[in-house]
């Protein structure tokens, strides 16, 4: 169900556009799956430690986080986890019922 409303939150974000065209619907999804890739490999990477000597401290930790977001961004590229295709979708769906809605008399 949550799936849902951030899906409805991109939709509007992009519907206040009037002729918003299938390539920028793309790009939002595709970011949108490297954000949902980045957040499931943060909480992937909670419970890993670090070694003391060679590791760990305020600098790995950003750098972690930053090493996460290129991953994500990657993975959403190749396009195999499928998050984009199903947003793309649901967002094509929304924006047909509504200009269905707006055309009937």
């Given at each position: 169900?949550?799936?849902?409303?951030?899906t409805n939150a991109f939709f509007q974000a992009t519907s206040s556009q009037?002729?918003?065209?299938?390539?920028?619907?793309?790009?939002?999804?595709?970011?949108?799956?490297?954000?949902?890739?980045?957040?499931?490999?943060?909480?992937?990477?909670?419970?890993?430690?670090?070694?003391?000597?060679?590791?760990?401290?305020?600098?790995?930790?950003?750098?972690?986080?930053?090493?996460?977001?290129?991953?994500?961004?990657?993975?959403?590229?190749?396009?195999?986890?499928?998050?984009?295709?199903?947003?793309?979708?649901?967002?094509?769906?929304?924006?047909?019922?509504?200009?269905?809605?707006?055309?009937?008399?």
């Amino acid at each position: 169900m949550e799936n849902l409303n951030i899906t409805n939150a991109f939709f509007q974000a992009t519907s206040s556009q009037p002729n918003v065209n299938s390539k920028k619907i793309e790009e939002g999804a595709e970011n949108f799956e490297a954000f949902f890739l980045t957040r499931m490999m943060e909480s992937m990477f909670e419970g890993v430690s670090t070694n003391g000597v060679f590791g760990g401290g305020h600098a790995e930790k950003i750098y972690r986080s930053l090493l996460l977001d290129e991953y994500g961004k990657e993975m959403a590229k190749l396009g195999t986890i499928g998050v984009k295709d199903y947003v793309m979708n649901a967002v094509l769906q929304m924006q047909e019922a509504s200009n269905e809605q707006k055309f009937k008399i």
